[in-house]
Every structure is written in C-alpha cells, then in structure tokens.
C-alpha cells in the first residue's frame, strides 16, 4: 500500500510539472496602419490582439477597445494572454498629450465619439471576426473621464459598448457638465445594462472616483453591474494593478466570464 502512495505520488508530481511546463499560446500582436478620422480630423495609429486560434476558428470575438493604446497595448494584451482570453483588443494611439486634451474632454469628446462609434468600430467590424454585442471601452486617467462620458453619451436604445474599465479617471474636469449628462441620462431610461469596473489611487483621482461612483449609485440604474476598487498607490501606479484586475473582472471569473 506504501508503494502505491509513493507511485501514486510521483505520478501527481510528474504531471504537475507537465503542465507548469506547457505555457499558454499568446495572441498575435500587429501593428494595423493608421485611421484618419473625419469627426476629429485627427490620424490615430492603431495596434490589434488577436487572440491564439483566431486564425483557425470561424467564431465571432469580443472587442475591448484600448484608448492611449501605444502605452496600455502590451499590458492589456499579456493579461489577457495570462487569462486565457478570446478576446479582441484595438488600440487607439492618442498621439500626444496635447491631443488627449482635446479628444477625451467635452467639447472635443463629442466628435471623439462619433469617431468610435461611426467609423473605428464598423471599420474593425470589418476587418475582424467582432461579436457586436460585446464591446469594451478601457482608459485611464483623461482617457478614463472618456470611457465615463462615452457611457453617459449613448443612446440607451442602441448602446455600442456593454462594459468599461474605467482606471483613476480625471473626474475633476467638468464635474458640473458630467454631473448634467448623468441627470440627462437618468431622463431617458431608468436601466443601464452594462458592466463597469471602475478604480481609483489613494495618491491620485480619489475624490472623484469617489464623486462618480456615489453618482452612479444614487442615480439607480437598474442592470447596471458596477463594482469599485481603491488602491494605496498612485496615479500611475494605479495603472497596472487596476488594469490587470479590471480584465479578469471582465473576462476570468467575475462580470462576463469569456474564455
């Protein structure tokens, strides 16, 4: 009996070894060109993840669309790979900071808008095997205020995004205009059917995360499924935390579970 514990043993401890020594195929990273938009006469170069066995499949994907893509693509890419995944990524390269300021606050947000929506999604529509009923908005800092203002900007009967990763956002700007454009939604429809994670640093746009998060509570949305993580770090530092947990709450084991 002792001998067949010991085999039995060595047989676990083998396999377990196999499969630590088996690593998990990565997507396929491309640089994909450039897109001039009309709406913001802007030229935004794009970077795509598609996930390993899209060559081989005939299925349709999830999108997350990755705003200041040129600084977030490898992190959102090797965590989904880390996940498992199957899920598209388009990144959006904002270019410079100066442009940030323009593209991901009100009134530039407006067109901003209008070019993911009426131009970069159909494009990628195009371009890739997309599941149109599941498409993710993920930034940070500016590009989080923008992820917030795109939730709050679409129209409740034809929504394009069903969740945001939205990590430390400038809730400071234009409180008063995001405060109005919640009470405007709130107008049109009593539900909200998307997911939402949302971060915030202890160091960095606390009082604003804060601010939203209560808003959004307050307001009532029905289906809207909204969770909230503080971290002790900062406004940067927040970043690959805040990232890594928001895509497994979207895409492991908590809000949608896609594998």
Same mark, same amino acid.
């Given at each position: ?115 993911? /929506? @009426?131009? %970069? ?8 095997? $997309?599941? &149109?009923?599941?498409?993710?908005? #993920? ?38 205009? /995001? @405060?109005? %454009? ?8 009593? $539900?909200? &059917?998307?997911?939402?994670?949302? #971060? ?39 970043? @690959? ?19």
């Amino acid at each position: 009996m002792r001998r067949l514990n010991t085999a039995c043993k060595i047989t676990l401890l083998l396999l377990v070894w196999a499969a630590q020594g088996q690593a998990t195929e990565p997507g396929l990273r491309q640089d994909a060109g450039a897109f001039r938009s009309v709406y913001t006469r802007w030229t935004y170069p794009l970077r795509v993840y598609l996930p390993a066995g899209y060559a081989a499949s005939e299925r349709d994907y999830p999108v997350l669309y990755a705003l200041d893509g040129r600084i977030r693509f490898d992190l959102i890419a090797n965590r989904l790979d880390e996940l498992n995944a199957e899920v598209i990524v388009v990144g959006i390269d904002a270019t410079t900071n100066a442009r940030r300021e323009i593209d991901f606050e009100l009134p530039g947000a407006n067109a901003y808008s209008r070019f993911l /929506t @009426e131009e %970069l999604i159909p494009w990628a529509d195009a371009q890739y095997r $997309t599941d &149109p009923a599941s498409r993710a908005l #993920a930034g940070h800092s500016l590009a989080g205020l923008m992820c917030a203002l795109m939730l709050l900007f679409e129209d409740p009967d034809q929504r394009q995004f069903d969740a945001f990763l939205i990590s430390d956002a400038s809730f400071w700007d234009m409180p008063h205009k /995001t @405060e109005q %454009l919640v009470a405007r939604l709130r107008v049109a429809t009593d $539900t909200v &059917p998307v997911n939402l994670f949302m #971060a915030a640093a202890t160091r960095g746009n606390l009082k604003g995360s804060e601010w939203f998060h209560s808003l959004m509570q307050d307001s009532a949305f029905s289906d809207l499924n909204m969770t909230y993580e503080v971290y002790k770090t900062s406004h940067k530092g927040v970043i @690959e935390p805040s990232f890594r947990d928001g895509l497994g709450w979207l895409y492991g084991s908590g809000a949608r579970g896609y594998h």
